[in-house]
């Protein structure tokens, strides 16, 4: 399959450019060329499949003619050796947990699946590949961790100094090896910027092989689509329509969904969950998209002021606005909501969410509220294990959650991380000094 640039749709590429590559020459994001449709038979028998059956199904589509189907199988069973089970709350609403990967956090399904993806487009390369990877929590810690020690790879990762949790911090800076960390003076939008503008610099690409590992990259994204195929899957014919609250920051995640959803996958509404930073909501509401500053707040992985996969679906609904709020609704809460919703969660089903997870939940109770959903089958997505926000989820239950011996591990770790502002040329600097 051909994928194009969302700056120009005659610009298109090879599966294996674009994973390279992670942004188009031109700034923009790459797509599919279409969106394959999973074969009937495979729809019918959803409900018998395992992750790694729906994992390889939805996966051939797009990597056909590029990945023997016994190396996509090897790649899938090394990269999902963990699960993604739907837990139910009470009768038709249910909790699809994406913390159970090494560094627990929904980010291990697509950085374990594209560092194997990456290492077999590699095998061959001379030179080494570059990834830049910019972080507001757990897609550094994930990407680390799944590229740590992969032949022919190195790793930077940005994230935005003081913005992320103690724990989140810690597993990015503590990994070593190919992995190196840059704490930079600024938010999360500062460092996908310096991200994307390496991506355009002549100098760097001369120099420098250079990928990412961020949902920019389509290798990162596609992933994520199996788990909501998985989620249907585990519903097991319950009766009623589906909809899916997914806590959104740069929008990966929520346009992976529209993805499994243009595939077959019966999902019928998606919630676009934001917090105060809350962009899209506004698009979803006038039709005008306007970035800008971002708000630091509990669910920081939603700290996002300007967020890329905008336009990954906006091509997925062909610029037609109206069409895509036919699909997802959108809404936003403050950290003082999250709170409560925390406290609430634990007290009405003894279950312990983490600040994204709860911002989920409560857009998905306000919108099947307002839209009269009752009878439908409700998911929200848990992106992360509670326990990597443990301060602020103890404070809310006012009880200490158990500690979880991956966590304690990294906390123990001495931080190593290279400081650094927002200027690009100071960026740029490092990555030629570094590869020298």
């Not at 729809?43 to 939805?58: C, G, P, Q, R, V």
């Not at 990597?63 to 050796?81: G, M, R, Y």
């Not at 680390?144 to 810690?170: C, D, H, T």
């Not at 929008?251 to 962009?279: E, Y």
Request: proline residues 5%; glycine residues 6%; charged residues 20%.
């Amino acid at each position: 399959m051909e994928f194009y640039s969302t700056n120009n749709k005659a610009l298109r590429v090879s599966l294996k450019e674009a994973v390279q590559s992670g942004l188009a020459k031109d700034g923009g994001l790459f797509m599919p060329v279409e969106i394959p449709r999973l074969p009937s038979p495979v729809l019918n028998a959803l409900h018998t499949l395992s992750f790694k059956e729906i994992a390889f199904e939805m996966a051939r589509l797009f990597t056909d003619k590029e990945v023997p189907e016994h190396i996509l199988q090897s790649v899938i069973e090394d990269a999902f050796n963990f699960d993604a089970p739907l837990h139910r709350l009470q009768d038709d609403l249910f909790v699809l947990e994406l913390f159970h990967g090494p560094t627990l956090a929904f980010k291990d399904f697509g950085a374990r699946f594209m560092a194997r993806l990456m290492a077999y487009f590699s095998r061959h390369e001379d030179k080494e590949i570059t990834i830049l990877v910019a972080t507001s929590g757990d897609t550094g810690s994930a990407v680390a961790s799944g590229f740590f020690e992969q032949p022919g790879i190195r790793v930077v990762l940005l994230y935005p100094s003081g913005m992320v949790s103690e724990i989140q911090e810690k597993q990015l800076t503590t990994i070593g090896g190919n992995v190196t960390a840059l704490e930079v003076l600024g938010d999360f939008d500062d460092c996908q910027r310096l991200v994307k503008q390496a991506f355009t610099d002549p100098e760097l690409r001369r120099n420098l092989t250079l990928s990412s590992a961020n949902s920019i990259n389509i290798a990162r994204l596609l992933p994520q689509s199996f788990y909501y195929a998985y989620a249907v899957r585990q519903l097991s014919g319950k009766a009623g329509p589906v909809v899916v609250s997914v806590p959104s920051g740069n929008l990966g995640n929520l346009t992976a969904g529209v993805f499994a959803q243009k595939m077959g996958i019966p999902i019928q509404k998606f919630v676009s969950a934001m917090n105060v930073n809350d962009v899209y909501l506004h698009y979803l509401q006038e039709g005008r998209f306007n970035p800008r500053e971002v708000t630091a707040t509990l669910s920081n992985a939603m700290d996002v002021g300007n967020p890329s996969n905008f336009f990954r679906l906006a091509e997925l609904f062909r610029g037609d606005w109206q069409a895509m709020r036919q699909v997802i609704h959108g809404q936003s809460f403050t950290d003082d909501d999250t709170r409560k919703a925390i406290q609430l969660i634990y007290e009405k089903f003894d279950y312990l969410m983490d600040p994204h997870g709860a911002v989920g939940y409560l857009a998905l109770m306000k919108t099947v509220e307002e839209q009269r959903l009752r009878g439908w089958q409700k998911i929200t997505l848990e992106t992360a294990h509670p326990a990597k926000f443990k301060s602020v989820v103890e404070a809310c239950i006012r009880k200490e959650i158990p500690p979880v011996q991956r966590l304690q591990n990294a906390l123990e770790g001495k931080k190593q991380a290279v400081k650094m502002s927002g200027n690009f040329e100071m960026f740029k600097e490092f990555l030629l000094e570094f590869s020298d």
